[in-house]
Every structure is written in structure tokens, then in C-alpha cells.
Antibody, heavy 118, light 107 residues
């Protein structure tokens, strides 16, 4: 079964850091580009970051540029999001998602919740 | 950055109604437009990619059309399981922006 499972979310104080992980199974992870997408409580979807299959191309939303770092370890079938200098505006459910050959996000994880609060 | 604007933000409809949701891009995105369905507490599901191609397993009552800057998602006969929020997303260039969503509610 094709699956993505996020972990690493939790409660963190403003200014703090957190590292999210996304484990992939059921497909050849190293051949797919991957994304992080987040959703603040009661709000819509916000694309956060993208990384190509071999990490050559990396992109960030302006809202996280300079604070978040996306990375991947193809040997471990894992995607990561290092989040620094967190603020209340980063409170959200964070999803990892696979970019399919269609260019759409065709596989999503269940999400991990990040809450930034003192 | 390319801005995506959906309309309406919400709509009320009855089962078997025909429903149309529009999505407009701030610049041409060719056919790089995807549609997602999200139900409360769940991750989104890809419905349509590249404007009009149905993702595997998606019922044929869903269809997409458009090109350039104007796009449409149509549900030909709304079913009870279709009440959800729908998002468009452009995959033409980074940042891969989403529309603000359209909530389809029961009338």
C-alpha cells in the first residue's frame, strides 16, 4: 500500500524549533518530488515547500523562507521539514504529499499538528 | 507569485444538483491546474489533474475544464458523499499556490 506517515508535531513555544518527518512506503520514494502543505485551524491549504527527487531543486513559500528547511533521505525513504523561529502563524496541521507523474499531489499523509503557543 | 481565486467561497446545493466551481489564476498557467476534495478532519484527495484528467477511482460525475487563467470544476449530479471543501491548485510554477477553497454544503 502506498503510504505517507508524518511525525514530529507537537506544542512548541514561540521562537522555538521543531523537525517534522514523513516516512514513505509502498512506492519508490527516490523517484518522486515531495511537498509539505499546511492548514491552519479553520483555514485553507497553504503550500509550504517542495523538493525534487534528488534534492536538486528546492522551493519555499515566502512565509517560511529563511526559517524552514526541507530535506530528504532517499536511503531512509524519508522527508523532513526543519522549522525554526516558529511563531503563532505557523500553528497548523502539516501534511507531506507526493507529486505524482500527473504533477498533482496524489498521495497525502494523515498530517501532524504543530501548535506554537506560550 | 501566481494568485488563485476560487468562487464562490461556499454554496448550498441539493443532492442531484449540478454544481460548478470556478478558479481563476492571476496569470496564465496553461493547463497546470489541479482540483482537490477535502472532508473535515481528513487530508485532501486529488480529484482532477492537468485541468481535466480524472484521478484513478474518482467518479465520472466530476469533470474539469479550462485553460490559461480560467478553470471550472463541475459535479454533474451531486451525491451525499460530495459535500466537502474543494480546492484548486496551480502546478505551473513555484510557489504552487492553492485557491482559498469552496465549501459545498447541504441545502
Amino acid at each position: 500500500e502506498v503510504q505517507l506517515v508524518e511525525s514530529g508535531g507537537g506544542l512548541v513555544k514561540p521562537g522555538g524549533s521543531l523537525r517534522l518527518s514523513c516516512g514513505a512506503s509502498g512506492f519508490t520514494f527516490s523517484t518522486f518530488n515531495m511537498n509539505w502543505v499546511r492548514q491552519a485551524p479553520g483555514k485553507g491549504l497553504e503550500w509550504v515547500s517542495s523538493i525534487s527527487s534528488r534534492s536538486r531543486y528546492i522551493y519555499y513559500a515566502d512565509s517560511v523562507k529563511g526559517r524552514f528547511t526541507i530535506s530528504r533521505d532517499n536511503a531512509k525513504n524519508s522527508l523532513y521539514l526543519q522549522m525554526n523561529s516558529l511563531g503563532a502563524e505557523d500553528t497548523a496541521v502539516y501534511y507531506c504529499a507526493r507529486v505524482g507523474f500527473s504533477n498533482g499531489l496524489d498521495v497525502w499523509g494523515q498530517g501532524t499538528t504543530v501548535t506554537v503557543s506560550s | 507569485d501566481i494568485q488563485m481565486t476560487q468562487s464562490p467561497s461556499s454554496l448550498s446545493a441539493s443532492v442531484e444538483d449540478r454544481v460548478t466551481i470556478t478558479c481563476r489564476a492571476s496569470q496564465s498557467i496553461a493547463s497546470y491546474l489541479n482540483w482537490y476534495q477535502q472532508k473535515p478532519g481528513k487530508a485532501p484527495d486529488l480529484l482532477i489533474y492537468a485541468t481535466s484528467s480524472l484521478e484513478s477511482g474518482v467518479p465520472s460525475r466530476f469533470s474539469g475544464s479550462g485553460s490559461g487563467t480560467d478553470f471550472t470544476l463541475t459535479i454533474s449530479s451531486l451525491q451525499p458523499e460530495d459535500f466537502a471543501t474543494y480546492y484548486c491548485q496551480q502546478s505551473y510554477s513555484a510557489p504552487w499556490t492553492f485557491g482559498q477553497g469552496t465549501k459545498v454544503e447541504i441545502k
